[in-house]
């Protein structure tokens, strides 16, 4: 764990709210070694998701350096961020997003059809990663046919199909009962330990947060201190 | 293509607004195939210079009969080639819905000014031999179950007999056809002379002189030619191509090719605003589908590409089902009404309008939602869901 995965320097992120400037991010570093499993607990509107954007290439920083990898995400053009993110990073969400016209497996594949893979590919590897979440047997099965805990299942193998390093999660407990969020995050611990995922998970939720190697706490748009988990 | 899939199941999102909506364009398609094909009828023989057969009429109007003597100063014309004469018969056969064009005819010069018509030689001897004998095209053979052989009545509307009878009695000898798709074989014909003998007046009248040009020579010059030599005559002529001539028939009607053209208009700018329509509330919502698509790494330019693929899709199906069913229908209109608006005939060219019609019809309907998806923020878009 001792190589840095990702720097943030000096990073400040400040939007406009009708006539008011908003900081919600100011002067923030952060270095997150490879292979860390860190989660990030504040107040709402404390920064949380801006620095999870941040540091998934979906939004720039005012001010300051993100780095993931070699990657100088702070510099890259819109297409160069979305070539990077389709091979460098999963993103796993509250709310699942899967798309509901499409199975299990063909959500799964979605981030492949940015590869070179033909069809047959896609497929196979669309079902190993079914298969890592425990739903290999569910991939014709379309998202209202699904638990909330098979669909988060399936968001997080659509999140690994293309083997990213970084895995950003963002309250991926927030819509599950207890039981079904042990198992999610018990699967996020196996994708760390087993799998050498780089994890970074946003949650209200304190028990969540001990499944965590690191708690950072976020608030008024500063890392304010660190505890171990 | 490996985005067709994705492409397809957002296309089939809501099944019953994308139904209407490609019943909407069918119609508007289907329209377009009949309207097409009708004004292919219309505009066809424009073009004198490349016609290969000239037909003249009485300048004020065709109701007006020509004498027969015209023939032999049209054939001594510089430019032409062979000429024969027609005249509207006017009847219906067993009953007054079944109207079909007859025309008394020389056999020999008509058969040779189209060879186009086909039939066996036995049959075109047969007909020449028996003055009462006539010739039917194999549409209306078809249509009416005629056989050769059979002996079918006339009922005439105009040309009484000299013996005051309308029921005019006809020997069929033959039948023809074509191997031109476009061709028409919806008519009857039979001899000039056994006519000429037996109606009760206008003896030594022909309806019209259908021209054949020399090869080589200029169809616009021989026209003139011909009119020419009858300027200041009590029968003064008016000579065109023969198509326009059959399209005359029609545009008594009125100006249909400019009422045609308005009702495209129209039903092509209401397909826009309904497939338009459609395309916006499909990018509505599913605002935060697209973010996701846009989280895990499409670009914008191929979320932009999405959203117009699924307009022109949808534009296709309707449009490709349209010209499917158009077709079908054309031929059965060509059928039904040939013998009076030859020419009707969906072309290669119209089908190709029908497919660039149907793809930019598809751009513009989906060209704005496209845009809006394709500027779609994701942090905002993701806010909001």
């Known amino acids: ?139 014709k099965h379309y998202p209202k046919e699904l638990s909330g805990g098979q669909e988060q299942r399936v968001a997080i193998a659509r999140a690994i199909v293309s083997d990213p390093t970084l895995l950003l999660c963002d309250e991926p407990t927030g819509d599950l009962d207890r039981e079904t969020a042990v198992e999610i995050l018990t699967l996020l611990q196996t994708l760390n330990r087993e799998h050498g995922k780089t994890i970074i998970m946003v949650t209200h939720d304190a028990q969540a947060a001990e499944f965590a190697n690191r708690i950072m706490i976020c608030d008024k748009g500063t890392l304010e201190h660190q505890e171990a988990a | 293509m490996k985005y067709f899939g994705l492409i397809w199941k957002n296309v089939w999102r809501k099944k019953v607004r994308t139904s209407l909506t490609i019943l909407s364009v069918l119609v508007a398609f289907l329209l377009f195939t009949l309207l097409s094909a009708i004004g292919y009828a219309f505009k066809g023989g424009q073009d004198a210079a490349s016609a290969e057969r000239l037909v003249t009429i009485d300048k004020v109007s065709l109701i007006n009969l020509l004498p027969i003597a015209y023939k032999n100063r049209i054939a001594s014309t510089p430019g032409v080639r062979a000429v024969t004469h027609a005249t509207w018969f006017g009847g219906y056969y067993q009953n007054e819905r079944n109207q079909f064009m007859q025309i008394p005819v020389d056999p020999h010069e008509y058969m040779s000014l189209y060879p186009e018509l086909k039939m066996p030689q036995e049959q075109f001897d047969a007909w020449v031999k028996n003055r009462t004998g006539a010739v039917i095209g194999q549409e209306l053979a078809d249509q009416y179950d005629i056989e050769v052989g059979d002996r079918i009545p006339i009922q005439a509307t105009i040309w009484t007999k000299a013996d005051g009878g309308r029921s005019w009695e006809f020997d069929v000898e033959g039948i ?161 009404v040939g013998a009076f608006l030859p020419g009707i005939y969906l072309s290669p060219q119209a089908m190709l309008v029908a497919l660039g019609i149907m793809v930019g019809a598809g751009v513009l309907a989906g060209i704005f939602p496209a845009i809006k998806a394709m500027r779609l923020s994701i942090i905002d878009a993701l806010a909001r869901a």
């Open chain 1, 1 to 139: 764990m001792s190589e840095i995965l990702a720097h943030l320097t000096g990073v400040s992120r400040t939007y406009q709210k009708g006539k008011e400037r908003v900081e919600v991010l100011h002067n923030l570093d952060l270095e997150v070694p490879a292979g860390d499993f860190i989660a990030i607990m504040g107040p709402s509107g404390s920064g949380k998701t801006t620095l999870l954007n941040l540091m998934g290439g979906l939004d720039r920083p005012t001010s300051g350096k993100v780095q993931v990898g070699d990657a100088v995400l702070s510099s890259m053009s819109n297409s160069q961020l979305s070539h990077w993110r389709s091979t460098n990073v999963g993103f796993i969400f509250q709310f699942y997003n899967l798309l509901p016209v499409l199975s299990a497996q063909k959500n799964v594949e979605l981030p492949l059809l940015l590869t070179n893979f033909n069809a047959k590919e896609r497929a196979r590897r669309a079902g190993i990663a079914l298969d890592i979440v425990g739903l290999g047997d569910r991939a």
């Open chain 2, 176 to 336: 023809f056809s074509t191997d031109d798709p476009r061709g028409v074989t919806a008519y009857m014909m039979f001899h000039y002379d056994y006519f000429d003998e037996a109606r009760a007046f206008g003896q030594g009248l022909v309806g019209w002189y259908i021209i054949g040009v020399e090869p080589g020579a200029d169809s616009v010059q021989v026209s003139k030619a011909v009119d020419a030599q009858f300027a200041n005559s009590p029968n003064e002529t008016e000579t065109t191509t023969e198509q326009a001539f059959s399209a005359s028939f029609a545009k008594q009607l009125g100006n249909i090719a400019m009422i045609v053209t308005l009702i495209l208009g129209a039903v092509f700018f209401t397909l826009l605003l309904v497939s338009g329509n459609t395309m916006s509330q499909s990018v509505r919502e599913r605002i935060s589908e697209l973010a996701v698509l846009k989280t895990l790494g499409f670009e914008d330019r191929a979320v932009l590409g999405i959203v117009l693929s699924e307009s022109i899709l949808i534009m296709l199906i309707g449009g490709l089902l349209g010209l499917g069913f158009g077709w079908v229908l054309v031929q059965g209109i060509a059928k039904a």
